[in-house]
Structure formats: C-alpha cells, structure tokens
C-alpha cells in the first residue's frame, strides 16, 4: 500500500494525525498520508500538512469553474503548494456529479486542466472517468464504471499522464508562472524545468460553449523560437498570428488544450533517467544518516549526491 486518504482529516485532532503518521512511517518511510480536507477551513490543511505530517492534499480546483474563479484558485494552490506540501488536482470527486453528465468535452476539458496546471504531476481522476461514466458516485455502493464504452478518453487520458510522468516541467522544483490575465477565458501557464534546460506553455480555454482568443508577448515563446511548437498532447496546433510589434494571437476552439514546446522530446533529464538518479540521490542521504546525526546531515541539492561515486 502506498498511502492513505484521510477523510474529512481536519476533524480529527492534529495530535492524533501527529501520531499515526510518526508510527506508520517508522515502519514504512515512504507512506503518503493525502489529506481530503474539502468543507474545512484552509488553515485546518495548512496545519495537518505541516504540523500534522502530512504531505499532500485535495485542491479544491474541481469545483472552480468560471475564467477568474479558475486563475485565482490555481494562484493560490501554486504558492501553497510550494510552501506546506502538494495540493493534487482531482478532476471530479464523490461529492459532486460525475463531468461527463455535461458531455466529453467537458470531461475532457476538466480533466487536461487539472493535469496541465498540476505541481510535480499532482493529477488524479476517478475510475470510470476515461469511460465517461455518468452515474453518481455513492461510496458505500457499486457504481457503474461504463466500462469498455466506444466513446471515451482512454487515449487523451493516456497520453496526458505520459506527459506528466515523463516531461521535466512537470517533476518537482519546476518554475511554473501564469501568463494570462485574471480574468482571461484562456488559461495561459508556462512551465520551466529545474535544470533550465526545458519549457512549455500549456494553454487551456476554459469556455467549453465558445472559441476565444490570447494575445501574448512573442517573448513567451523565447526570442530565438520558430513558430507554431508542436503540441506535446499530439494535437494539431491551433491558429497563430505573429505581427511585428511583438505580439502573438492564438485562436482556441471551445474547450480547447495545448501544451506546446520548443522540441518533441525533453532536452534535460527527463523519464526513467530522472526516477534512477532521484533514486540514487535517496539512497546516498540513507548511507550519510548511518555515519551522522540527522541535525548534521548537509543540504546538498539532490543532484549532487546523486552524482557522487
């Protein structure tokens, strides 16, 4: 087992969580403990994954729909994110009616917005969502899955997670900035890998009823950039003017997602090379903390001692 989902968390006592999660990681170090913190207030989940121990927790994207509401949740789960612990997008959740009750592109939309603006690939969906099961959720019943329908998001769905598992702007310490206005219909975000060495735009119009129009800086590409990128979730590149004051109008249809890069393939540490030297990283700390107290142990970046021989 690799972790638990703590329901409704913040109703039981921090000391408690302080407990449970200092005894099971004793034993086992790598348990995640993922807070559903949805209906507390917000500095119940900051102190539970803080204090409390743990290291995740449900974002409440899943319930913020219009152009603004969107922009500033995604704000706001940004800069947690970087400081008490990861806020994971689930694209819909129990509570709620399933998204394809509005139709695939719905679900569709939904679901490649919750996985483009993830921290450290934090994006989770459902069974049943890439069958675009309809009925509700009851938890302590057998909902239908759909399974095996013909019109699904099994591909869409399949090639979003390859992208987050195996791109550098989606692993942790990735620079991510938003590049469109608060109240832009068009979700525009731009991620930086670590290393520098990566980037792409991932650009989501949040209107499913109508096309719209971003007019961004030519410096968003990068100076040097040959225009369209191709778009990383294998899509046809959507229409592009560039005009010679710098600007950049993209046309996006109803419900629309990119993500678009410079190059088809990662050009830094990317895939099964950044997971072995990650790896690698954790077992040198492991070999230091069996020579020194944890107090002495040196703040390398990760990096380092995963280079070390």
């Known amino acids: 087992m690799d972790g638990f989902r703590c329901d409704a968390g913040y109703k039981v006592p921090t000391p408690a969580w302080q407990y449970i999660v200092a005894r099971v990681q004793d034993e086992f170090p790598e348990t995640i403990f993922l807070l559903e913190g949805l209906g507390g207030a917000w500095e119940a989940t900051e102190a539970l994954l803080t204090e409390g121990g743990m290291q995740w927790a449900y974002s409440e994207l899943f319930q913020n729909y219009s152009a603004r509401h969107v ?116 979700y525009a975000l731009r991620r930086e890998s670590e290393e520098g060495k990566d980037v792409v735009l991932a650009l ?29 979730l294998g899509q046809k590149p959507p229409d592009l003017k560039a005009s010679i004051d710098g600007k950049v109008t993209i046309s996006l249809a109803a419900g629309a997602a990119f993500c678009f890069s410079p190059t088809d393939k990662p050009q830094g540490l990317a895939g099964d090379a950044y997971r072995r030297a990650h790896a690698q990283a954790a077992w040198a700390l492991q070999a230091l903390a069996q020579l020194l107290p944890a107090r002495a142990l040196p703040l390398y970046p990760w990096r380092q001692p995963a280079a070390a021989r």
């Open 204 to 232: 989501v119009n949040t209107d499913v009823e109508r096309p719209q129009t971003l007019i961004l800086e030519r410096n968003a590409f990068g100076v040097d950039a040959s225009l369209p990128w191709p778009d990383l």
């Open 71 to 186: 922009s500033g949740y995604l704000d706001h789960n940004l800069k947690q994110s970087q400081r008490v612990g990861v806020l994971v997008h689930y694209s819909e959740t129990h509570d709620n009616e399933r998204l394809a009750v509005r139709g695939r592109a719905w679900s569709l939309l939904r679901n490649r917005l919750c996985g483009l603006a993830s921290v450290n690939g934090g994006f989770g969906f459902t069974c049943g969502v890439e069958w675009l099961a309809t009925e509700k959720i009851k938890v302590h019943g057998s909902s239908g899955m759909n399974w095996g329908s013909e019109v699904n998001l099994v591909p869409e769905l399949a090639k979003l997670n390859e992208l987050l598992s195996e791109h550098p702007c989606f692993f942790d310490c990735a620079k991510l900035t938003r590049i469109s206005a608060p109240d832009s219909p068009v």
